[in-house]
C-alpha cells in the first residue's frame, strides 16, 4: 500500500514537471517570436548599421594607402557584403582581383578567389563555384589558406544537398562533406574553436548527436551574439535538438538563428524561413505570411538562386492558406454584415407588408377576375379548335367510307373482268382475249378516274394546300392551275409528302411515272423555296395542321 502510494506521488511530481517544462518552453517561443516580430518591423536600423561599416570602409579606401592596405581593407569590404549583396561583394571581388595581379600577389588573388567561391555558392552558382575552386593555385597554399579552401568546398557541397534533396545524389554529397569537414580538422589545432564545430559536424555525420552537440555548444559559447556565424552555430545546434525529438528546442533555437541574421543584415540566410514554415503546420498564417514574405525579400535583395528555388517551395503554399485564411475573415465578415443588413431589411419589410397588404389583395382579386376572363377566353378557344376537329374527323370519316367503297367497285370490276376472260377461254374467242387485255383504254380511264378522286379527297382534307404551297415558294415561281384542274402530277407530289408518303420509289409508283421524274420535282423545289435554310418538305408538312393552343398565366 505504501510502495503504491509513493509511485502516485511520484507520477505526479513527474506530470507537473512535465507541464512546468513544456509552459516555459512555450513562453520562451512566444516570447522569441514577439522579439522577431519587432526585429522585423525595425529591421532599417541594422540594415543602417550595415551600411554604416561599409561606409567607413569604403572612407578610409578613398585615402592614399599602399596596395596591401588597400587589398586588406577592400577584403573586409568583401565580407561584409557576400552575405549582405551578392552583386556588391563581386564588384569588389573584382577590385582585389585586380590589385593582386598588378601587384603580382598570388596569395591574395587566392584569398580573393576564395570570397569569390563563398558568394558564388551563396548565389547558387554551384558548378562556377566549383571550378573555381578546382583551379586554384595550390602552391601557393599557406596552412590558413588550406582551412579556408576545404571551408568553401564544405559550403558548397553543404548547399549543393540542400538543393538537390535527392537521396540518389545527397548520399555522395553527404560523403564529400564528412571528407571535406575531415580536412578542415587536419589543418586546425584541437583547440582551436573553429575545430569544434567541425568536430561536431563530423559526429553528427556519424550519427552520434549527443557528441555533436557537446562540441557544437562548446563553440557557441566562443561566438559574438547577433552575428551570421552566431546565427548559423545556432541553426545547427536547432537542427541536433530536432534530431533528438526536442521540438520546443530546436524552434527556439531557429528563432535565435533568424534573429541574428536580421540583426546583422544578413540576407542570405535559412533559418526565417524555416521559422515561417513551422508557424504554418501550427495554423499561425498571418505571421507565417509576414515572414516568408520578408525572406523572399531577402533573397532577392541578395540574388540567391538557392534561397529562392527553396522558397519557391513553400512559398505558394503559405500564400495560398493565407488567401484562404484572409478570405475565411472576409466572408465572416461579410456574412455578419450581410445578417444584420437582412434582420434590418425584415424589420422594414415586415412594417411596409402591413402597409402594403390591402394593396396586394386588391391586386389579386382583380388578377383572379382577368385570369378568369383570359380562361374564359381560352376555352372559347378550344371549343371552336374541338369543334374544327370534329368536322375534321367527319371529312376523314366520310373520305375513308369513300376510298372503300372505291375498293370495292375496283374488286367488283376486277371479277367481271376476270369472268369475262374465263367465258372467252372456255369457248376459244382468243382473238377477243387477246383485243381485250392489248388495250390500255380501260387502265388509262381508271387510273384518270383514280387520279380524280384523290385529287378531290385531298383537298377536301386540305383545302387551302396549294395556296399554302404557294405562299412558301417566291412569286414568279407559283403553280398556275389549268381551268378545271384540281391538282397536277407535281402538286401530287407533294400531296403524298403532306400525308407522309416520303418514299420516291413508292410516289413513282402511285403516279405512274419514272423515279428520276419524282427526284427531279423533289429538286425543284427546294430551289424554288422562299426560305432556303429551312428544309420545304418538312415546311409542306406541317400544312393545314391545326395550331396548338398556349395558356400564358
Same mark, same amino acid.
Given at each position: 500500500m505504501k510502495t503504491t502510494s509513493m509511485k502516485t506521488i511520484l507520477l505526479t511530481c513527474l506530470i507537473v514537471f512535465s507541464y512546468s517544462f513544456t509552459a516555459?518552453?512555450?513562453?520562451?517561443?512566444?516570447?522569441?517570436?514577439k522579439e522577431l516580430d519587432y526585429t522585423i518591423k525595425h529591421d532599417e536600423i541594422y540594415i543602417e548599421q550595415k551600411e554604416n561599416r561599409i561606409?567607413?570602409?569604403?572612407?578610409?579606401?578613398?585615402?592614399?594607402?599602399?596596395?596591401?592596405?588597400? *587589398?586588406?581593407?577592400?577584403?573586409?569590404?568583401?565580407?561584409?557584403?557576400?552575405?549582405?549583396? /551578392?552583386?556588391s561583394a563581386l564588384t569588389y571581388i573584382d577590385r582585389?582581383?585586380?590589385?593582386a595581379e598588378v601587384a603580382k600577389e598570388p596569395v591574395w588573388q587566392i584569398k580573393t578567389r576564395l570570397q569569390y567561391s563563398y558568394v558564388l555558392?551563396?548565389?547558387?552558382? %554551384?558548378?562556377?563555384?566549383?571550378?573555381?575552386?578546382?583551379?586554384?593555385?595550390?602552391?601557393? %597554399?599557406?596552412?590558413?589558406?588550406?582551412?579556408?579552401?576545404?571551408?568553401?568546398?564544405?559550403?558548397?557541397?553543404?548547399?549543393?544537398?540542400?538543393?538537390?534533396?535527392? !537521396?540518389r545524389f545527397t548520399v555522395d554529397l553527404r560523403k564529400r562533406l564528412l571528407t571535406y569537414r575531415d580536412s578542415v580538422c587536419m589543418y586546425l589545432p584541437e583547440d582551436s574553436p573553429l575545430y569544434l564545430f567541425y568536430a561536431g559536424q563530423i559526429e553528427q555525420g556519424k550519427g552520434n548527436i549527443d557528441e555533436a552537440y557537446e562540441y557544437i555548444s562548446s563553440y557557441l559559447q566562443m561566438i559574438?551574439?547577433?552575428?551570421?556565424?552566431?546565427?548559423?552555430?545556432?541553426?545547427?545546434? #536547432? !537542427?541536433?535538438?530536432?534530431?533528438? #525529438?526536442?521540438?520546443?528546442?530546436?524552434?527556439? /533555437?531557429?528563432?535565435?538563428?533568424?534573429?541574428?541574421?536580421?540583426?546583422?543584415?544578413?540576407?542570405e540566410n535559412r533559418a526565417l524561413m524555416d521559422v515561417a514554415d513551422w508557424l504554418y503546420e501550427q495554423g499561425d498564417t498571418e505571421r507565417a505570411y509576414t515572414y516568408i514574405q520578408y525572406a523572399l525579400l531577402d533573397a532577392n535583395f541578395y540574388n540567391a538562386r538557392t534561397r529562392n528555388f527553396q522558397l519557391s517551395r513553400i512559398v505558394p503554399i503559405i500564400s495560398e492558406g493565407y488567401r484562404h485564411r484572409t478570405g475565411t475573415q472576409r466572408s465572416q465578415l461579410i456574412i455578419t454584415v450581410t445578417v444584420i443588413s437582412l434582420l434590418l431589411i425584415v424589420l422594414l419589410i415586415t412594417l411596409f407588408m402591413v402597409q402594403k397588404q390591402?394593396?396586394?389583395?386588391?391586386?389579386?382579386?382583380?388578377?383572379?377576375?382577368?385570369?378568369?376572363?383570359?380562361?374564359?377566353?381560352?376555352?372559347?378557344?378550344?371549343n371552336r379548335v374541338n369543334h374544327e376537329l370534329s368536322e375534321a374527323n367527319l371529312v376523314?370519316?366520310?373520305?375513308? #367510307?369513300? *376510298?372503300? !367503297?372505291?375498293?370495292?367497285?375496283?374488286?367488283?370490276?376486277?371479277?367481271? *373482268?376476270?369472268?369475262?376472260?374465263?367465258?372467252?377461254?372456255?369457248?376459244?374467242? *382468243?382473238?377477243?382475249?387477246?383485243?381485250?387485255?392489248?388495250?390500255?383504254?380501260?387502265?388509262?380511264?381508271?387510273?384518270?378516274?383514280?387520279?380524280?378522286?384523290?385529287?378531290r379527297a385531298f383537298l377536301n382534307i386540305y383545302p387551302g394546300f396549294v395556296s399554302a404551297l404557294n405562299a412558301l415558294l417566291k412569286e414568279e415561281e407559283r403553280f398556275e392551275l389549268r381551268k378545271g384542274e384540281l391538282l397536277n402530277t407535281e402538286l401530287r407530289v407533294f400531296a403524298l409528302i403532306r400525308l407522309g408518303i416520303t418514299d420516291s420509289g413508292k410516289i413513282a409508283d402511285f403516279l405512274r411515272c419514272s423515279l428520276q421524274t419524282v427526284y427531279n420535282y423533289r429538286s425543284k423545289i427546294k430551289r424554288k423555296s422562299l426560305n432556303e435554310e429551312e428544309e420545304i418538305e418538312e415546311q409542306i408538312k406541317k400544312i393545314g395542321m391545326v395550331k396548338q393552343l398556349s395558356f400564358d398565366f
Amino acid at each position: 500500500m505504501k510502495t503504491t502510494s509513493m509511485k502516485t506521488i511520484l507520477l505526479t511530481c513527474l506530470i507537473v514537471f512535465s507541464y512546468s517544462f513544456t509552459a516555459t518552453a512555450e513562453d520562451r517561443i512566444a516570447s522569441l517570436i514577439k522579439e522577431l516580430d519587432y526585429t522585423i518591423k525595425h529591421d532599417e536600423i541594422y540594415i543602417e548599421q550595415k551600411e554604416n561599416r561599409i561606409d567607413r570602409l569604403k572612407e578610409q579606401l578613398s585615402r592614399e594607402l599602399s596596395p596591401a592596405k588597400q *587589398f586588406e581593407i577592400v577584403y573586409d569590404i568583401v565580407n561584409e557584403y557576400k552575405s549582405y549583396n /551578392c552583386d556588391s561583394a563581386l564588384t569588389y571581388i573584382d577590385r582585389n582581383m585586380e590589385l593582386a595581379e598588378v601587384a603580382k600577389e598570388p596569395v591574395w588573388q587566392i584569398k580573393t578567389r576564395l570570397q569569390y567561391s563563398y558568394v558564388l555558392s551563396s548565389a547558387g552558382l %554551384f558548378k562556377e563555384s566549383e571550378e573555381n575552386l578546382r583551379t586554384l593555385p595550390r602552391e601557393y %597554399f599557406t596552412n590558413e589558406l588550406w582551412i579556408d579552401y576545404y571551408q568553401r568546398m564544405e559550403q558548397l557541397s553543404s548547399l549543393l544537398n540542400e538543393y538537390v534533396d535527392d !537521396n540518389r545524389f545527397t548520399v555522395d554529397l553527404r560523403k564529400r562533406l564528412l571528407t571535406y569537414r575531415d580536412s578542415v580538422c587536419m589543418y586546425l589545432p584541437e583547440d582551436s574553436p573553429l575545430y569544434l564545430f567541425y568536430a561536431g559536424q563530423i559526429e553528427q555525420g556519424k550519427g552520434n548527436i549527443d557528441e555533436a552537440y557537446e562540441y557544437i555548444s562548446s563553440y557557441l559559447q566562443m561566438i559574438q551574439p547577433d552575428t551570421h556565424e552566431y546565427a548559423k552555430i545556432n541553426y545547427h545546434i #536547432g !537542427n541536433l535538438h530536432f534530431m533528438k #525529438g526536442e521540438i520546443e528546442e530546436g524552434v527556439a /533555437c531557429t528563432i535565435i538563428a533568424a534573429l541574428a541574421d536580421i540583426k546583422d543584415a544578413v540576407k542570405e540566410n535559412r533559418a526565417l524561413m524555416d521559422v515561417a514554415d513551422w508557424l504554418y503546420e501550427q495554423g499561425d498564417t498571418e505571421r507565417a505570411y509576414t515572414y516568408i514574405q520578408y525572406a523572399l525579400l531577402d533573397a532577392n535583395f541578395y540574388n540567391a538562386r538557392t534561397r529562392n528555388f527553396q522558397l519557391s517551395r513553400i512559398v505558394p503554399i503559405i500564400s495560398e492558406g493565407y488567401r484562404h485564411r484572409t478570405g475565411t475573415q472576409r466572408s465572416q465578415l461579410i456574412i455578419t454584415v450581410t445578417v444584420i443588413s437582412l434582420l434590418l431589411i425584415v424589420l422594414l419589410i415586415t412594417l411596409f407588408m402591413v402597409q402594403k397588404q390591402m394593396i396586394v389583395l386588391k391586386k389579386i382579386r382583380e388578377s383572379l377576375k382577368e385570369s378568369n376572363e383570359y380562361l374564359e377566353e381560352k376555352n372559347e378557344e378550344l371549343n371552336r379548335v374541338n369543334h374544327e376537329l370534329s368536322e375534321a374527323n367527319l371529312v376523314k370519316e366520310e373520305y375513308i #367510307g369513300h *376510298f372503300m !367503297n372505291l375498293y370495292s367497285n375496283y374488286i367488283t370490276k376486277l371479277e367481271d *373482268f376476270r369472268k369475262q376472260i374465263y367465258h372467252k377461254i372456255v369457248a376459244r374467242q *382468243f382473238d377477243d382475249l387477246v383485243k381485250m387485255t392489248s388495250s390500255n383504254r380501260n387502265k388509262d380511264k381508271e387510273t384518270k378516274e383514280l387520279y380524280a378522286n384523290f385529287d378531290r379527297a385531298f383537298l377536301n382534307i386540305y383545302p387551302g394546300f396549294v395556296s399554302a404551297l404557294n405562299a412558301l415558294l417566291k412569286e414568279e415561281e407559283r403553280f398556275e392551275l389549268r381551268k378545271g384542274e384540281l391538282l397536277n402530277t407535281e402538286l401530287r407530289v407533294f400531296a403524298l409528302i403532306r400525308l407522309g408518303i416520303t418514299d420516291s420509289g413508292k410516289i413513282a409508283d402511285f403516279l405512274r411515272c419514272s423515279l428520276q421524274t419524282v427526284y427531279n420535282y423533289r429538286s425543284k423545289i427546294k430551289r424554288k423555296s422562299l426560305n432556303e435554310e429551312e428544309e420545304i418538305e418538312e415546311q409542306i408538312k406541317k400544312i393545314g395542321m391545326v395550331k396548338q393552343l398556349s395558356f400564358d398565366f
